[in-house]
């Protein structure tokens, strides 16, 4: 957990630069400068962080601003994440970390766990929240896809083996059980992506979280339309794809009277836990 958060926070630093010192004319002992500060939303599979990075004199300073739960929601119709729960949860910590360090934050970055996806219509607003993975809708998916798409074509387009979680298996069942859904929605998210819109008003997919939906090809970047026509997938889900670095946007002037800020950036960090981690 600390590797990750260590590895997400380092890539936001790598992503939006260094502070750069000017020196001042006629000065012979420049005031040392003061370290920008990056924050990581860290969320994992029981709890989720909001992290304070700092860097200074070549030393890395993690301070945990924000700590939660993340427990699953079981209704009636399958197993859930409480997506709302997170983003309350993460406007409270991006509160306190605005609270503790004002200017001196620099930008935002956000990993979470692979797979799991929400729903969007044409107005933006949320019609099918997060399904955890384990949610028993994959059970028989995996046979139904390898009769649409032999096994040997899905890995060779997407280098991805067929597994429980995989999002591909889940939107299949959801194609096959609730149709109407998918032709009402028009953009797919993944969780980490859902969070960055609500705080960005920017919809857009991270690659590395798209990596793990077995729905993306290797080799170009971009989405395996072959595997997700075979599928009977929509291909109006699947938008634009932006990678590590990238800046997505600032957070949404609707934020400032509950934050106290609402000019700092979110650089697209890589948003798969595992990515964040290797980064």
């Not at 083996?161 to 298996?169: C, G, M, P, R, V």
Request: proline letters at 6%; one cysteine or more.
């Amino acid at each position: 957990e600390k590797c990750t958060t260590e590895s997400l926070i380092l890539s936001l630093f790598t992503s939006a630069g260094r502070p750069v010192a000017f020196r001042k004319a006629q000065v012979t002992a420049p005031e040392k400068p003061k370290a920008k500060v990056r924050i990581a939303i860290d969320l994992g599979a029981s709890s989720g962080r909001v992290i304070a990075g700092i860097v200074s004199d070549g030393k890395l300073e993690l301070q945990e601003i924000h700590r939660f739960g993340n427990p699953a929601v079981e209704l009636p119709s399958g197993l859930y994440w409480n997506i709302l729960g997170l983003f309350h949860e993460i406007l409270t910590g991006l509160k306190k970390a605005i609270e503790a360090h004002g200017d001196d934050i620099a930008s935002i970055g956000i990993d979470t766990w692979g797979c799991d996806f929400g729903l969007f219509d044409a107005n933006g607003e949320l019609i099918a929240p997060p399904h955890q993975y384990r949610d028993p809708r994959f059970e028989g998916m995996a046979d139904r896809m390898h009769a649409l798409l032999p096994e040997v074509e899905v890995y060779g387009q997407t280098g991805i083996k067929t597994n429980f979680y995989n999002s591909s298996l889940h939107l299949l069942a959801l194609s096959l059980k609730n149709p109407n859904l998918l032709r009402e929605a028009t953009t797919l998210l993944f969780v980490p992506d859902i969070l960055a819109y609500w705080l960005t008003g920017e919809k857009a997919v991270e690659r590395t979280i798209a990596s793990t939906s077995q729905l993306l090809n290797p080799h170009t970047g971009e989405w395996a339309f072959d595997v997700i026509d075979a599928l009977g997938l929509p291909r109006k889900l699947f938008g634009k794809i932006v990678a590590p670095g990238d800046i997505l946007g600032k957070l949404r002037p609707e934020l400032e009277a509950m934050l106290g800020r609402s000019d700092i950036p979110l650089v697209v960090a890589p948003s798969h836990d595992t990515g964040s981690a290797v980064a």
